[in-house]
């Protein structure tokens, strides 16, 4: 609950503090990471269970299990670590002559 209250109040301060453009792509970043969050587990963690359930006395059966149910996340945390690359990259892309997609005023 607590850390929630934090996230609500840092939410409403970058609102405050940053500008339309900036609070877009701060937006637009954020989403994309809790979308790589969902993602991350797919419903892995309820078929690891469902079978390891089965195997969980083989040790080389579960192992196995636990690698193949793990290189999913793997690839997905690998992603999601680079994530923080792209906003910058974004936010540049005027000074680099890169044409905005934002309607102009």
């Known amino acids: ?10 939410g409403i301060l970058l609102v405050r503090l940053m500008e339309q453009r900036e609070y877009a792509l701060f937006t637009v970043t954020n989403t994309m990471q809790g979308t790589m969050n969902i993602l991350a587990d797919i419903g892995i963690s309820i ?24 290189k999913p996340r793997r690839t997905l945390g690998a992603t999601r670590r680079h994530r923080h690359h792209a906003a910058p990259l974004l936010h540049a892309r005027e000074e680099w002559g890169f044409p905005c997609s934002t309607p102009s005023s």
């Open 1 to 10: 609950m607590f850390v929630q209250l934090i996230g609500f109040a840092t």
């Open 47 to 70: 078929g690891m269970i469902s079978i390891g359930g089965r195997v969980w006395q083989d040790s080389h059966r579960f192992g196995e299990l636990v690698r193949t149910g793990l």
